[in-house]
């Protein structure tokens, strides 16, 4: 399995860009790097996932190493709504089932 | 607006009893899991179905039972063989089993009294 290492928890001001890190030195080359939040007492949400390239949606975009043995997710411009809890995750094979959302990285927001 | 639906919101359990988790979704989904998440805790998987009248124990799956007669539900019974069921739990779907891009339910508290 390709685990993951992030941050347990980070701040960042209101209206700033938050960069949320995660390390994943041991992912092999067809295993996809996937991001998702849960707010507190909500199921989590997608947010975004790649391969090798960087990635951007609505959301947010996500910075993959050349190595891709690192990460990282970039919020724009936070606001208060985005404090939650940002799972990093690397599926080890096909298959929802195989997603393990551990303890990720509490961010909050600050006005 | 297409999505999942879990109820009841907030569901209590007496000693012996078992109790049934609704979840329900509209996304023309083939696979559908079930999670529990602890305090502070991340996601452990209960069940997962990946077609209708198929489903497969995940990792926590003892004194948890399920069901999927049909495309669109996936509940959950916590028996009372489940010692220890308070928890937040949650239910997900996909639109197969190899797409690793959840849609989640906004969950169901379950404390007993």
């Known amino acids: 399995d390709a685990k993951t290492t992030q941050p347990t928890s980070m701040d960042c001001a209101e209206g700033r860009a938050a960069n949320l890190p995660c390390n994943h030195s041991t992912i092999s080359g067809n295993e996809y790097v996937y991001w998702y939040r849960q707010i507190h007492s909500q199921g989590p949400q997608y947010i975004i996932h790649?391969?090798?390239n960087n990635e951007t949606n609505e959301m947010a975009s996500l910075i993959i190493t050349e190595d891709r043995k690192s990460s990282t997710l970039i919020l724009p411009h936070a606001t208060l709504r985005d404090t939650a809890v940002y799972y990093c995750?690397?599926?080890?094979?096909?298959?929802?089932?195989?997603?393990?959302f551990g303890q990720g990285t509490r961010l909050t927001i600050n006005p | 607006d297409g999505g999942i639906t879990q109820s009841p919101k907030y569901l209590f359990r007496k000693e012996g009893q078992n109790v049934t988790l609704s979840c329900e979704q509209n996304l023309n989904h083939d696979a559908m899991y079930w999670y529990r998440q602890d305090p502070g805790q991340g996601l452990r998987l209960i069940y997962y179905s990946q077609i209708v009248n198929d489903f497969q124990k995940g990792d926590i799956a003892e004194g948890y039972s399920v069901s999927r007669e049909k495309k669109e539900s996936f509940p959950l019974t916590v028996t009372s063989a489940q010692k220890n069921p308070t928890a937040f739990y949650l239910c997900?779907?996909?639109?197969?089993?190899?797409?690793?891009?959840?849609?989640f339910g906004s969950g169901t508290q379950l404390s007993v009294l």
């Open positions: 995750i690397v599926p080890p094979i096909q298959g929802a089932q195989k997603l393990v």
């Open positions: 997900a779907s996909s639109m197969d089993q190899g797409e690793e891009k959840l849609f």
């Open positions: 790649g391969l090798k």
